[in-house]
């Protein structure tokens, strides 16, 4: 057997590839700093060798027998815990078609793959990751953290594995086994066939898992969105759920989650965008790809159904910036590094993938010039400093036109006592020929803030209905509340059904009285102008609020921070600020997308606690969406779920009170594994 043996310790950021075949191979990807200790003197170019005669034989320390039927390495298994700089941590295989094509050819069965492929002996790995893939998706994968990418048809497999991104190692939920997941990559009017892999194992956090695909309208395919409880029951564990949508004339920044509790918050999030080729933009930007996407994270010590007791703010540790950062009394962890030459215009497309804070994002000595929001074109607007809320997405065109140097990229959030001090809440902009160092940069001053009410829409869309506050076909005023830590939005605090809502809707209940949650379901007739109201009147602890429309986006009249209506050109998004206390931001759109839509606050755990409703939108029109829901979609839910017509006429008479949807009797217990395989 080939693998590598012990010496002296070596410390390098590269990546080899272990030849398997014509059109296969294996690349290790380091993102951190790793120390190998070498069992004769070699320089790094062997590990950029392609011939696996070139590794040096010794006693392994580390084999492939932990590869699982549809080669998912397992290794180690167990909860979360420290990492020492002696602890050896797993390796992660990503699957996608590329994958595919080397299964068919005879690779993949465990007792094929040769375990002289794999290395031995490797220790002191904060994280890798094993990707076995097509030469011809591979050939140019960076030395550095990669932004990997898959395509709108794929695999996407969701695992639990140990990682420390911000130096502390901890067991976290991921998809394709990285964080940020994957980059899915997409052009405008592509098709979208994405299956969902459940392969979670830790108990420590919740096996179920679901996919939302954050902003994406899903015309017609409601059942697709991934929301839990709204419109599917959640993957259950060892179970798969193939999502086949269009987005079609959809194009611009996104991004996809889980939408099961607070799962997100454990590390299942990632970037999603949709280019166009034919961009209204494209003449203000030079640089627009894979390595100008910026991801805004916080990060947790501790898994979240232990935050999910806490009934008030939650902190984070870090702040992470394309999946890198620091935490106070931490490490010295490596940042993420954004290169750019200088004369290049960049379109940075940065995503809020917060599970709680809002940012302000900065880069020091740069304006930006705003050009996206939330999918939709926008006027040029430009800033020097812009605030992303959870699951709002901005593409900025940011000029390189400074000294050659390093300037810090700064996004301290909405928490108390936010500092730089050490590195934490940053990043690095590199120009090409600057030093391998951190900025001596400066922040502000800040004289160009940012106003969401000067933000315009492109196309200059118009807004439905009469101009005027109240004059719509439906208005609805969404007041929000606080009571020890629960949520109520008009005196109702949101629990998950024991059914989908969809699933409701499709056998047979006739009235919103009919849906649970009971008081939590909004009827909405098609073809009409809605008109919604979020006052802030200071009830509702935690703010700001991002409020997030499923199926939609919406025509912004009014703004957070502005007491006037725009009805003339206003911003259209899915992802809103509630603003602070009162504001009164007030959302318009058309029912032309049929189904049950979730409205909710974007900090998962205030979403945890009641901060939601349904809109069950265009219920006559419900048989477009039926025409394409595939058989797995109801296969989903446990059998002892209610899904005829017949049983879920029985629902309101037994779960008649809101507070027995929380009661082990009244709905399935999604967070046992036992219930599910």
């Known amino acids: 057997m080939l693998s590598y043996g012990i010496r002296s310790w070596r410390s390098f950021s590269s990546h080899f590839r272990l030849q398997l075949s014509n059109d296969a191979s294996l690349v290790v990807m380091f993102s951190t700093r790793f120390c190998f200790d070498l069992d004769q003197p070699t320089?790094?170019?062997l590990y950029k060798s392609q011939d696996i005669s070139d590794f040096t034989t010794c006693t392994p320390c580390f084999s492939a027998h932990h590869i699982l039927s549809d080669l998912w390495l397992q290794q180690p298994e167990g909860p979360t815990r420290p990492l020492t700089s002696n602890s050896t941590t797993s390796f992660v295989a990503r699957s996608n078609r590329g994958y595919h094509k080397v299964q068919r050819r005879g690779l993949s069965h465990p007792a094929m793959f040769p375990h002289a492929i794999l290395p031995g002996c490797l220790l002191a790995l904060s994280?890798?990751?094993?990707?076995?893939?097509?030469?011809?998706n591979y050939d140019d994968l960076p030395s550095s953290a990669p932004p990997f990418t898959i395509k709108p048809v794929t695999e996407l497999v969701v695992v639990n594995r140990v990682i420390a991104p911000d130096g502390f190692a901890r067991s976290a939920t991921l998809a394709g086994?990285?964080?940020?997941?994957?980059?899915?990559k997409a052009q405008k009017n592509d098709n979208f066939s994405i299956n969902v892999v459940n392969r979670l194992h830790d108990k420590n956090m919740p096996l179920s898992t679901s996919v939302h695909w954050h902003g994406i309208q899903q015309k017609k395919t409601n059942w697709a969105d991934g929301?839990?409880?709204?419109?599917?029951?959640?993957?259950?564990?060892?179970r798969s759920f193939l999502h086949e949508f269009s987005a079609p004339n959809q194009t611009g920044t996104f991004w996809y989650h889980s939408h099961f509790s607070t799962q997100y918050c454990d590390g299942l999030r990632g970037p999603l965008v949709i280019y166009d080729p034919e961009d209204p933009h494209q003449d203000l930007y030079d640089v627009d790809d894979e390595n100008t996407i910026i991801t805004l994270s916080d990060w947790y010590h501790d898994p979240t159904p232990k935050l999910n007791k806490i009934f008030g703010p939650v902190t984070s540790n870090s702040t992470l910036i394309n999946g890198l950062g620091r935490y106070r009394g931490g490490p010295k962890s490596p940042l993420s590094v954004i290169n750019v030459e200088q004369g290049k215009r960049y379109r940075f497309r940065i995503i809020g993938l917060s599970c709680d804070p809002s940012y302000n994002f900065t880069i020091d000595g740069h304006t930006m010039t705003i050009i996206e929001a939330d999918g939709i074109e926008t006027v040029p607007e430009t800033v020097d400093s812009l605030p992303v809320l959870a699951g709002q997405r901005y593409s900025v065109v940011v000029y390189a036109n400074q000294p050659v140097d390093n300037y810090w990229v700064r996004a301290p959030s909405n928490f108390p006592n936010q500092t730089f001090a050490g590195g934490l809440n940053q990043a690095i902009l590199r120009y090409n020929g600057a030093p391998d160092e951190d900025p001596t940069s400066t922040p502000g001053p800040?004289?160009?803030p940012f106003n969401e009410g000067k933000l315009a829409s492109l196309l200059s869309i118009p807004v439905p209905g009469s101009p005027e506050i109240g004059k719509a076909d439906v208005h609805i005023n969404l007041l929000a509340t606080t009571v020890n830590g629960i949520f109520r939005i008009n005196n109702i605090s949101y629990h998950n059904p024991p059914t989908p809502v969809l699933l409701q809707m499709l056998s047979g209940a006739q009235h919103p009285s009919d849906l649970l949650p009971s008081g939590s379901v909004y009827e909405l007739p098609s073809n009409k102008?809605?008109?919604?109201?979020?006052?802030?009147?200071g009830l509702a602890l935690g703010g700001p609020h991002p409020i997030h429309l499923h199926g939609h986006t919406f025509a912004v009249v009014r703004t957070s921070g502005n007491s006037t209506t725009n009805f003339v050109n206003p911003i259209w998004r899915d992802t809103v600020s509630m603003g602070s206390t009162g504001d009164n931001v007030t959302i318009r759109f058309v029912t032309d997308n049929s189904g049950p839509w979730f409205i909710h606050c974007h900090i998962d755990f205030h979403l945890n606690h009641g901060f939601a409703v349904v809109m069950a939108e265009a219920r006559d029109r419900l048989a477009d969406v039926n025409a394409s829901i595939p058989a797995s979609w109801a296969s989903l839910c446990p059998s002892n779920q209610p899904s005829t017509q017949a049983r879920l006429g029985s629902f309101n008479t037994t779960t008649s009170r809101l507070d027995s949807l929380n009661t082990t009797t009244s709905r399935p217990n999604f967070f046992n594994a036992t219930t599910l395989t």
């Open 43 to 45: 320089s790094t170019n």
């Open 127 to 136: 994280h890798a990751i094993l990707v076995v893939s097509s030469r011809s």
């Open 177 to 184: 086994g990285i964080f940020p997941g994957p980059l899915i």
């Open 227 to 238: 929301a839990s409880f709204i419109t599917q029951c959640p993957i259950p564990q060892n």
């Open 446 to 448: 800040y004289i160009l």
């Open 529 to 537: 102008v809605v008109e919604i109201a979020l006052p802030n009147t």
